[in-house]
Protein backbone atom coordinates (compact mmCIF):
# COMPACT_ATOMS: atom_id res chain seq x y z
CA UNK A 1 0.00 0.00 0.00
CA UNK A 2 1.24 3.39 -0.37
CA UNK A 3 1.47 6.34 2.41
CA UNK A 4 -1.67 7.70 1.69
CA UNK A 5 -3.61 4.46 2.09
CA UNK A 6 -1.61 3.95 5.39
CA UNK A 7 -2.24 7.07 6.53
CA UNK A 8 -5.55 6.35 6.56
CA UNK A 9 -5.72 3.62 8.65
CA UNK A 10 -7.14 1.31 6.32
CA UNK A 11 -5.62 -2.63 6.35
CA UNK A 12 -7.41 -4.84 4.33
CA UNK A 13 -9.53 -7.54 6.12
CA UNK A 14 -9.76 -5.11 9.72
CA UNK A 15 -11.56 -1.69 10.29
CA UNK A 16 -9.41 1.30 10.36
CA UNK A 17 -8.37 3.26 13.08
CA UNK A 18 -9.49 6.99 13.21
CA UNK A 19 -9.02 9.89 15.70
CA UNK A 20 -11.41 12.56 16.48
CA UNK A 21 -9.19 14.84 14.60
CA UNK A 22 -9.81 12.90 11.44
CA UNK A 23 -13.38 12.45 12.37
CA UNK A 24 -13.97 16.31 12.61
CA UNK A 25 -11.63 17.68 10.62
CA UNK A 26 -10.85 15.01 7.48
CA UNK A 27 -9.94 15.21 3.65
CA UNK A 28 -12.28 14.03 1.24
CA UNK A 29 -11.23 10.36 1.59
CA UNK A 30 -11.29 10.12 5.58
CA UNK A 31 -14.48 12.10 5.67
CA UNK A 32 -16.01 9.29 2.97
CA UNK A 33 -14.48 6.27 4.75
CA UNK A 34 -15.18 7.89 8.45
CA UNK A 35 -18.63 7.97 7.18
CA UNK A 36 -18.90 4.31 6.27
CA UNK A 37 -17.12 3.05 8.79
CA UNK A 38 -19.66 4.98 10.87
CA UNK A 39 -23.01 3.52 9.03
CA UNK A 40 -21.43 0.17 9.07
CA UNK A 41 -21.03 -0.04 12.98
CA UNK A 42 -24.18 1.24 13.70
CA UNK A 43 -26.20 -0.79 11.58
CA UNK A 44 -23.90 -3.72 13.08
CA UNK A 45 -24.90 -2.24 16.14
CA UNK A 46 -28.66 -2.38 15.57
CA UNK A 47 -28.48 -6.63 14.68
CA UNK A 48 -26.21 -7.42 17.31
CA UNK A 49 -27.73 -10.11 20.16
CA UNK A 50 -30.91 -10.38 18.48
CA UNK A 51 -31.83 -14.67 17.84
CA UNK A 52 -33.59 -16.10 15.25
CA UNK A 53 -37.26 -14.56 15.62
CA UNK A 54 -36.06 -10.96 16.07
CA UNK A 55 -34.18 -11.51 12.44
CA UNK A 56 -37.29 -12.73 11.33
CA UNK A 57 -39.44 -9.94 12.90
CA UNK A 58 -41.24 -7.81 10.18
CA UNK A 59 -43.51 -4.65 10.09
CA UNK A 60 -46.61 -5.43 8.15
CA UNK A 61 -46.99 -5.13 5.12
CA UNK A 62 -43.41 -4.79 4.78
CA UNK A 63 -41.62 -7.67 3.86
CA UNK A 64 -38.58 -6.26 5.37
CA UNK A 65 -36.56 -8.04 8.92
CA UNK A 66 -33.33 -7.59 10.25
CA UNK A 67 -31.99 -11.24 8.98
CA UNK A 68 -32.83 -9.88 5.69
CA UNK A 69 -31.17 -6.81 5.63
CA UNK A 70 -27.83 -8.52 6.74
CA UNK A 71 -28.32 -10.46 3.92
CA UNK A 72 -29.35 -7.77 1.34
CA UNK A 73 -26.13 -5.21 2.28
CA UNK A 74 -24.15 -8.47 2.48
CA UNK A 75 -25.20 -8.51 -1.63
CA UNK A 76 -24.49 -4.71 -1.40
CA UNK A 77 -21.19 -4.86 0.13
CA UNK A 78 -20.12 -7.63 -2.79
CA UNK A 79 -21.77 -5.74 -5.78
CA UNK A 80 -20.46 -2.53 -5.41
CA UNK A 81 -16.82 -3.52 -4.15
CA UNK A 82 -16.50 -6.92 -5.98
CA UNK A 83 -18.06 -6.36 -9.33
CA UNK A 84 -18.64 -2.49 -9.53
CA UNK A 85 -14.89 -1.58 -7.96
CA UNK A 86 -13.45 -4.73 -8.48
CA UNK A 87 -14.67 -6.48 -11.76
CA UNK A 88 -13.85 -9.51 -9.26
CA UNK A 89 -16.51 -12.45 -8.93
CA UNK A 90 -18.50 -12.08 -5.69
CA UNK A 91 -18.26 -15.00 -2.85
CA UNK A 92 -20.93 -17.61 -2.74
CA UNK A 93 -24.31 -17.06 -2.66
CA UNK A 94 -23.99 -13.82 -4.33
CA UNK A 95 -22.72 -14.83 -7.21
CA UNK A 96 -25.45 -17.05 -8.27
CA UNK A 97 -27.37 -13.82 -8.09
CA UNK A 98 -29.09 -11.33 -10.95
CA UNK A 99 -29.92 -8.22 -9.80
CA UNK A 100 -32.96 -7.79 -12.46
CA UNK A 101 -34.51 -10.87 -11.13
CA UNK A 102 -33.42 -11.42 -7.32
CA UNK A 103 -32.91 -8.10 -5.88
CA UNK A 104 -36.60 -7.46 -4.63
CA UNK A 105 -37.21 -10.92 -3.08
CA UNK A 106 -34.07 -12.83 -2.53
CA UNK A 107 -32.95 -11.52 0.51
CA UNK A 108 -36.02 -11.72 2.40
CA UNK A 109 -37.04 -14.91 1.02
CA UNK A 110 -33.31 -16.26 2.29
CA UNK A 111 -33.16 -15.15 5.35
CA UNK A 112 -34.97 -17.16 7.36
CA UNK A 113 -32.98 -20.40 5.96
CA UNK A 114 -29.90 -18.81 8.32
CA UNK A 115 -29.11 -18.89 11.81
CA UNK A 116 -28.01 -15.61 13.19
CA UNK A 117 -24.50 -16.44 13.55
CA UNK A 118 -24.50 -17.30 9.66
CA UNK A 119 -26.36 -13.99 8.66
CA UNK A 120 -23.56 -11.58 10.52
CA UNK A 121 -20.80 -13.93 9.34
CA UNK A 122 -22.24 -13.60 5.75
CA UNK A 123 -22.42 -9.45 6.37
CA UNK A 124 -18.50 -9.49 8.39
CA UNK A 125 -17.00 -11.45 5.52
CA UNK A 126 -18.71 -9.46 2.79
CA UNK A 127 -17.47 -6.09 4.44
CA UNK A 128 -13.65 -7.37 5.06
CA UNK A 129 -13.28 -8.13 1.38
CA UNK A 130 -14.57 -4.83 0.60
CA UNK A 131 -12.39 -2.70 3.08
CA UNK A 132 -9.54 -5.13 1.24
CA UNK A 133 -10.57 -4.17 -2.33
CA UNK A 134 -11.19 -0.41 -1.24
CA UNK A 135 -7.98 -0.23 0.26
CA UNK A 136 -6.57 -1.73 -3.09
CA UNK A 137 -8.11 0.62 -5.09
CA UNK A 138 -6.66 3.58 -2.77
CA UNK A 139 -3.15 2.49 -3.02
CA UNK A 140 -3.33 2.98 -6.70
CA UNK A 141 -5.58 6.21 -6.76
CA UNK A 142 -7.84 8.74 -4.96
CA UNK A 143 -11.81 8.58 -4.95
CA UNK A 144 -11.89 10.59 -8.36
CA UNK A 145 -11.04 7.22 -10.13
CA UNK A 146 -12.88 5.35 -12.60
CA UNK A 147 -14.42 2.16 -10.89
CA UNK A 148 -14.77 -1.27 -12.98
CA UNK A 149 -18.18 -0.15 -13.56
CA UNK A 150 -17.45 2.92 -14.92
CA UNK A 151 -18.19 5.21 -12.21
CA UNK A 152 -16.32 7.15 -9.81
CA UNK A 153 -15.45 5.38 -6.88
CA UNK A 154 -16.22 8.62 -5.00
CA UNK A 155 -19.88 7.99 -6.46
CA UNK A 156 -19.91 4.57 -5.35
CA UNK A 157 -18.85 5.18 -1.40
CA UNK A 158 -21.95 7.92 -1.95
CA UNK A 159 -24.21 5.09 -2.80
CA UNK A 160 -22.95 2.69 0.00
CA UNK A 161 -23.31 5.63 2.22
CA UNK A 162 -26.74 5.94 1.49
CA UNK A 163 -27.95 2.23 1.03
CA UNK A 164 -26.59 1.96 4.74
CA UNK A 165 -28.54 5.64 5.90
CA UNK A 166 -31.77 3.97 4.54
CA UNK A 167 -31.52 0.41 5.72
CA UNK A 168 -30.32 1.58 9.66
CA UNK A 169 -33.37 3.37 9.51
CA UNK A 170 -34.99 0.46 8.81
CA UNK A 171 -33.09 -1.67 11.24
CA UNK A 172 -33.88 1.60 13.96
CA UNK A 173 -37.25 0.65 13.63
CA UNK A 174 -37.37 -3.33 13.42
CA UNK A 175 -35.01 -3.31 16.50
CA UNK A 176 -37.07 -0.93 18.58
CA UNK A 177 -40.02 -3.37 17.83
CA UNK A 178 -37.76 -6.61 18.98
CA UNK A 179 -36.68 -5.67 22.10
CA UNK A 180 -37.39 -2.13 22.87
CA UNK A 181 -34.01 -0.89 21.95
CA UNK A 182 -33.24 2.58 20.86
CA UNK A 183 -30.48 4.70 20.09
CA UNK A 184 -28.67 7.07 17.33
CA UNK A 185 -25.20 4.69 17.90
CA UNK A 186 -23.41 2.49 19.50
CA UNK A 187 -21.69 2.02 23.11
CA UNK A 188 -18.26 3.17 22.60
CA UNK A 189 -16.86 -0.17 23.44
CA UNK A 190 -18.98 -1.69 20.88
CA UNK A 191 -16.53 -3.61 18.34
CA UNK A 192 -16.04 -2.84 15.07
CA UNK A 193 -17.55 -5.22 12.41
Given amino acids: MTDDTSRLGFTPGRPPEWDVERFLHGDEV ?14 AWKCAGVGTAGLALRLDPSSVT ?18 RLAGRPAMAPFDGLDPETDWEDWPWRTAADRTPSE ?28 THSGTSLRRL ?23 GSTGEGPPGDFPVP
Fill in 66 to 83: LGGLLRHLAWVEELYFQH
Fill in 157 to 179: LADLVEEYARHTGHADLLRQAVD
Fill in 119 to 146: LRDEWVEAVHRSRASLAEALSSGGIDQT
Fill in 30 to 43: ETALITVERNRRTF
